[in-house]
């Protein structure tokens, strides 16, 4: 199935690109794709599957497009 993620901020020091699309088997969690660009476990994200929050345990789904992000702050 095919999944892009996109990347945002300084993530795409581990990718270089915006986004990207990978051809992954049936039932993979958004953790197991993350494993799949490089970008370190240490690293805390906002995680987005078709604009909704969503955690690294959730399966994803054919043409989904899944969006990380490191944490925002500001004030």
Known sequence: ??????IGSYLRHY????QITLDLE????????????????KIPLLILV??????KDYILK???VL????PIGGG
């Open 1 to 6: 199935m095919k999944v892009t993620i996109k």
């Open 15 to 18: 990718i270089k690109k915006h």
């Open 26 to 41: 049936e039932g993979v969690s958004v953790e197991e794709a993350l494993k799949g660009i490089s970008v370190p476990e």
């Open 50 to 55: 078709d604009g909704n929050h969503q955690r």
């Open 62 to 64: 054919e043409g989904e």
């Open 67 to 70: 969006s990380v992000y490191p």
